[in-house]
Nanobody
Framework: QVQLVESGGGLVQPGGSLRLSCAAS????????MGWYRQAPGKERELVATITSGSTTSYADSVKGRFTISRDNAMKTAYLQMNSLKPEDTAIYYC?????????WGQGTQVTVSS
């Protein structure tokens, strides 16, 4: 059974940093493309960043230069390093794993950027 568990969210001041983790189990992690998405209150879920099985990355324009996605296949974990956080980054952040056979989501972790 595939399971994705996010952690690392919390309350941070504008300009601060957080690192989110997505720990995977029940899957061949290395063959999955991984992604981070977020959903703010009253808004649709949006793509933040993705990383392929070959570690090619892509980012939403709103986070380019501030966020970095990475993966550790040995640890079966994906990460999202978030720097220079802004109030508009406040959202629930979700991890997604995708391969040719299916898509799986984590339960989300809350990130709140506020002074």
């Amino acid at each position: 059974q595939v399971q994705l568990v996010e952690s690392g969210g919390g309350l941070v001041q504008p300009g601060g940093s957080l690192r989110l983790s997505c720990a995977a189990s029940g899957m061949r992690f290395s063959i999955f493309a991984m992604g981070w998405y977020r959903q703010a209150p009253g808004k649709e879920r949006e793509l933040v960043a993705t990383i392929t099985s070959g570690s090619t990355t892509s980012y939403a324009d709103s986070v380019k230069g501030r966020f970095t996605i990475s993966r550790d296949n040995a640890m079966k974990t994906a990460y999202l390093q978030m720097n220079s956080l802004k109030p508009e980054d406040t959202a629930i952040y979700y991890c997604k794993a995708k391969d040719a056979l299916g898509t799986f989501w984590g339960q989300g972790t809350q990130v709140t950027v506020s002074s």
